[in-house]
C-alpha cells in the first residue's frame, strides 16, 4: 500500500469515527482530496486507492491536471478565490465551485457553463469569523446572495462552504461551523432547497462533522506536506 493510499484509509477511518461520535452515518460526508499544488502522479495514486472528488485552489493548475486524467472519470471542485478573468476555465473544466462570494462570479459561471453539460454545482463561501483578510460574503449578505444564484441557469446552489480563522479551540470552531449550519437551514426555510455544508479540513474535521458538514476538503492528512508550485499563479 502507498503512503496516499495508507493516508486516505486513515483519513476515512477518522472521519467514520468522527461520525459515530456524532450519531452520524460515514457516508453523509464525502471526502473532498485537496490536490492543490501536487502533480497529476500524487491525484493518480490517490485515484488508485479509490478517491474519486479531487479539490484544487488554482485554476491553471487545476485545468491542467483535469486534462491529463481525463480518462479516470474523476470530480473536481474548485474550492480557492475566483477572479472574474478566471471564470471561463473554470466553468468548463469543473463539475463543483465551493468559493462563490459575489453575484459577478455566478453570473459568469453561469453565462459561460456549456449547455450541453450538467449545471455547475456551486456553493456559496460565508465569512463566519469576520476576518477581512478572508473571502466569502459576510452572514448579513448571505441570503440576497442566495436566491440571486439560485435562479441563474446552468448553475445549480448546492449550499455553503466556508474556512473559519485558524484556531486550536473546538468550541470556538463547532461555534463557526454551527452559524454556517444555522444560516443553511435559514434558507431552507426560504425555500431554497440546499443539501451541502463544505467545512472542516484536515486539522478540524472532527467539529465540523459534528455541526453537520456533508464535505470535508482534506489535503495535508492525504498527501503529506504541500510541496511548492512550479510557477506561482494567482485565482
Request: glycine share 8%; charged share 20%.
Given at each position: 500500500?502507498?503512503s ?5 484509509q486513515?483519513?476515512?477511518a ?6 459515530a ?18 502533480p ?13 472528488a479531487?479539490?484544487?485552489n488554482y ?17 473536481w ?11 471561463r476555465a473554470?466553468?468548463?473544466t ?6 462563490i ?24 463561501q460565508?465569512n ?7 473571502s ?38 463547532r461555534a463557526?461551523f454551527?452559524l ?8 431552507g ?14 486539522h ?24 511548492a508550485?512550479?510557477a506561482?499563479?494567482?485565482?
Amino acid at each position: 500500500m502507498t503512503s496516499i493510499a495508507q493516508r486516505l484509509q486513515a483519513v476515512r477511518a477518522r472521519l467514520a469515527a468522527a461520525a459515530a461520535a456524532a450519531g452520524r452515518a460515514p457516508d453523509e460526508i464525502a471526502l473532498l482530496a485537496v490536490s492543490k499544488t501536487w502533480p497529476a502522479d500524487a491525484v493518480r495514486e490517490a485515484a488508485a486507492a479509490g478517491q474519486r472528488a479531487f479539490g484544487e485552489n488554482y485554476v491553471q493548475e487545476g485545468v491542467a491536471k483535469a486534462e491529463a486524467l481525463r480518462g479516470l472519470g474523476l470530480e473536481w471542485h474548485f474550492i480557492g478565490p475566483l477572479q472574474s478573468n478566471k471564470t471561463r476555465a473554470v466553468a468548463g473544466t469543473f463539475d463543483w465551485v465551493h468559493s462563490i462570494d459575489r453575484l459577478k462570479i455566478a453570473e459568469r459561471l453561469s453565462a459561460q457553463r456549456d449547455v450541453h453539460r450538467p449545471p455547475l454545482n456551486v456553493c456559496i463561501q460565508v465569512n463566519v469569523s469576520g476576518e477581512a483578510s478572508k473571502s466569502g460574503v459576510s452572514p448579513d449578505e448571505l441570503d440576497a446572495l442566495a436566491h440571486a444564484v439560485a435562479v441563474l441557469p446552468r448553475l445549480r446552489l448546492r449550499g455553503l462552504m466556508c474556512i473559519p480563522e485558524p484556531s486550536e479551540d473546538p468550541a470556538l470552531l463547532r461555534a463557526r461551523f454551527a452559524l454556517l449550519r444555522a444560516r443553511l437551514v435559514g434558507l431552507g426555510g426560504q425555500g431554497l432547497a440546499l443539501d451541502t455544508l463544505s467545512m472542516g479540513m484536515s486539522h478540524d474535521i472532527e467539529p465540523a462533522v459534528a455541526e453537520g458538514a456533508t464535505i470535508v476538503r482534506v489535503g495535508t492528512a492525504i498527501f503529506g506536506g504541500r510541496p511548492a508550485l512550479a510557477a506561482s499563479e494567482s485565482a
